[in-house]
């Protein structure tokens, strides 16, 4: 926090100056000047939150200090430092615009008392302009994510094409002629948000689409919409000599390289090389999605075992996963499932559209055990998702998929014990990379299951009391050592630095260093 002090005499200034205790305000900076004109320079290049101010200087005055200071809209609390001559006129004026005084000759306790009360209005005015910015922020995030919406629901082809979204794609930036589209497919996006991101997929969205945003810009315009988790749509409306779809190709890679160098995110991408309007974008994604298909994903074609060919079909281990159901052996169907994932990698090559056939079979078997079972779950939640093109993402999410039919029918679920081996774990590996998913494999329970039973027995969620026990030991550790602060994340299982900085300061209200600071000083 700054403050100016205006006043054309040095001494005045100066014995402001020396009378206060800056920093039990929390004032870090004094700046000063002898006349106004001087003032409006200092208070546009620091912007101080607060100024003491004469009213009779030579040059500009005080009073057109302040009306110059309320024509450009500081927020500057204005403390006006008053001698008996002047003093009525300059209270009324104050009282007109709701300013703070100080009467010549001042004593040191009443400079503190005003410049408390200024300083605990400079501070309210933050907290309210604060609220507001994160009101309208979270307002236009709202509509942003509801026009995502609307678009996504044309781009899945769910509603016809309408006049209406020509005025979506301007909304968004992008013209409704000439475009170019790219459909990309993240293939590791489950384990980021766990790994990386901490369960938060709001951010790793954020990290996404601003990376995309950085490289792109300079190209043209371009938007990123979200089909769902496994398939994003790219518009692109570049301009000049970027309009040829060679162009075109090398922008998308660089997109994806950048997201695979920043963020370890490994993408899948299909490029149409048609430029389309807006009543013809589907056309330019059906012919994407046929490029998709033909990718080759997973395999090993150095240590193939396996000739090219049919790839191996699930149904065939159809009578052994309904085993698993009857004897609820958990263990025995993760196994299972790995076998015929291991079978697919061997074969050398694999491309998108034979593990979209898995996918299909997968969810063919989830439906017969479903309604052999009676199942309450709705069909739509036991659904393996189509566009799945990570086999260990794969891989995983059908081995939670079964579990979770599994735990439905009350085979191989877990009672208040399990979820006190799982906080037992948390407490004693804290430090560790733990994910969701992570338990879910350790402990053989899917992951909504975990969630579920550990919030009905300590009614909060597993995250939450993961962050909880890392805070509580990084105050102990910031309190009571010297270890830096990187140093304190890394041992607490950030890799991220400015990470373990926002979550600490989210929940103490401070950063690390200030925290540190303020129990090293009291």
């Known amino acids: 926090m700054k403050v100016l002090i205006v006043d054309d005499e040095e001494h005045v200034r100066e014995g402001i100056d020396l009378a206060v205790d ?59 430092v008053s001698g008996h001559d002047n003093y009525q006129y300059t209270r009324a004026a104050i009282r007109a615009n709701g300013l703070d005084y100080l009467l010549k000759p ?15 209005a400079w501070k309210n005015r933050e ?42 794609l301007y909304k968004v930036g992008l013209s409704s002629e000439r475009l170019r589209v790219a459909l990309i497919l993240p293939c590791n996006r ?44 790219l518009l692109t409306d570049l301009t000049g000599s970027y309009r040829s779809a060679l162009e075109h190709r090398r922008c998308m890679e660089k997109v994806t390289k950048a997201w695979r160098e920043i963020l370890g995110l490994d993408a899948l991408i299909g490029i149409s090389d048609s430029e389309a309007d807006a009543a013809g974008i589907l056309g330019a994604i059906g012919e994407a999605r046929s490029a998709l298909l033909k990718s080759e994903i997973g395999g090993d074609s150095a240590r193939a075992e ?29 196994e299972i499932i790995r076998a015929f994932v291991r079978k697919l990698r061997q074969r050398g090559t694999l491309r998108l559209k034979d593990l979209q056939a898995c996918t299909i079979e997968a969810n063919l078997l989830l439906e017969r055990a479903s309604r052999l079972m009676h199942s309450s779950k709705v069909a739509a939640d036991l659904l393996m998702p189509l566009w ?21 029918q009350g085979q191989g679920g877990m009672g208040n014990r399990g979820v006190e081996a799982i906080r037992e774990y948390i407490e004693r590996h ?4 733990l994910s969701l998913s992570f338990l879910s494999e350790r402990f053989h329970f899917s992951p909504q299951y975990i969630a579920k039973k550990f919030k009905e027995l300590y009614n909060t969620t597993v995250m939450t009391a993961l962050t909880e026990l890392r805070m509580d030991k990084a105050r102990s550790l910031l309190q009571f050592t010297d270890k830096p602060v990187s140093e304190i994340a890394n041992s607490l299982g950030y890799d991220d630095e400015n990470y373990f900085g926002k979550v600490f300061k989210k929940l103490q209200g401070v950063s690390p260093l200030q925290f540190r600071k303020q129990h090293r000083d009291s």
């Open 190 to 233: 489950m384990d980021l948000v766990d790994r990386r991101f901490k369960g938060d997929r709001e951010l790793f969205v954020f990290a996404v689409n601003n990376i995309a945003h950085e490289t792109l810009r300079a190209y043209g315009a371009h938007y990123l919409c979200r089909l769902d988790d496994y398939q994003w749509i």
């Open 127 to 168: 907290i309210n302009l604060l609220e507001e910015r994160e009101t309208g922020f979270k307002i236009k995030r709202a509509d942003a994510l509801v026009d995502e919406q609307k678009l996504a629901a044309y781009l899945k082809g769910e509603s016809a094409f309408h006049e209406g979204v020509r005025g979506l």
């Open 388 to 408: 799945i093109s990570n086999l260990n993402e794969w891989e995983r999410t059908f081995i939670q998929h079964w579990w979770t039919l599994m735990e439905e």
């Open 106 to 120: 001042f004593s040191k306790r009443d400079l503190e008392q005003v410049l408390e009360q200024a300083v605990t």
């Open 22 to 80: 800056w920093e039990k305000f929390g004032i870090s900076e004094r700046l000063q000047a002898e006349d106004g004109r001087q003032a409006l320079d200092l208070l546009r290049l620091h912007k101080p939150a607060i100024m003491f101010c004469d009213m009779c200087m030579p040059g500009m005055d005080g009073t057109e200090l302040l009306r110059q200071l309320r024509e450009e809209c500081f927020d500057t609390q204005v403390i006006v």
């Open 306 to 334: 396996i000739a090219p060919g049919e790839p191996p079909r699930l149904t065939d281990q159809q009578f052994l996963l309904q085993t698993t159901l009857d004897t609820g052996n958990k263990a025995y169907a993760a």
């Open 430 to 433: 804290f430090h560790e990379d």
